[in-house]
């Protein structure tokens, strides 16, 4: 299984960025739940936004209303638009496949979301 993760950058505050994740060896809309975790510097990594095989959706309180988690099932890919940027959304965010009926979850390579004037 890889994930490989893309769509990081350096975003102005009230900016907006897209990130995604495409998958293989493994598929968010059959055997794996997708998700997006971030990790602020000093801090343990924390949920973000996942979205089940059936397309439910789930965000942290602090991005509801300005995230948006979405699929595309032919490309196997997630991802995970992000709007009205505020410095404390600063952290690595990485791309996450939980393989349903099971403890495995598998990580993508973490990229960098810096929001700063």
């Known amino acids: 299984v890889q994930l490989q993760a893309s769509g990081g950058g350096l975003v102005q505050p009230g900016g907006s960025l897209r990130l995604s994740c495409a998958a293989s060896g493994i598929r968010f809309d059959a055997n794996a739940m997708g998700g997006w975790y971030r990790q602020r510097p000093g801090e343990e990594r924390e949920l973000v936004a996942r979205?089940?095989?059936?397309?439910?959706?789930n965000y942290a309180d602090s991005v509801k209303g300005r995230a948006s988690i979405s699929r595309d099932d032919f490309k196997n890919t997630i991802s995970l638009q992000l709007d009205n940027l505020k410095p404390e959304d600063t952290a690595i965010y990485y791309c996450n496949a939980h393989k349903y009926g099971t403890t495995l979850q598998y990580w993508g390579q973490g990229t960098q979301v810096t929001v700063s004037s």
């Open positions: 979205i089940t095989r059936v397309g439910t959706k």
